[in-house]
Nanobody, 124 residues
């Protein structure tokens, strides 16, 4: 059973930074993507960034490219999301998620496992 535990959310001022962590356990294959999705109040859940465990590549949503960086610590099977230059519109619950398989879709429809989420609030 795959288990994902997020941490690192909180309140930050616009322009500030936060780093989210997701500890993953129970993954029995190398062919998966792990990443971050978010859901703002009244909006649909959307992909933020995903990391391909097979080749180490990453994809980003246009809204966060250049501000957010995803990385993975293979020894700990932990994935991180460094968020810089945060904006009020980044306020959302951030979910760690895993897609099992060779191809990285980084889409809600292809997620096999979800974490419980961590709240990020960007406000002055």
């Amino acid at each position: 059973q795959v288990h994902l535990v997020e941490s690192g959310g909180g309140l930050v001022q616009p322009g500030g930074s936060l780093k989210l962590s997701c500890a993953a356990s129970g993954l029995a294959t190398r062919e998966y993507a792990i990443g971050w999705f978010r859901q703002a109040p009244g909006k649909e859940r959307e992909a933020v960034s995903c990391f391909d465990n097979d080749d180490g590549s990453a994809v980003y949503a246009d809204s966060v490219r250049g501000r957010f960086t995803i990385s993975k610590d293979n020894a700990k099977t932990t994935v991180y999301l460094q968020m810089n230059s945060l904006k009020p519109e980044d306020t959302a619950v951030y979910y760690c998620a895993v897609e099992i398989g060779y191809h990285v879709y980084c889409s809600v429809a292809h997620v096999n496992y979800w974490g419980n989420g961590t709240l990020v609030t960007v406000s002055s």
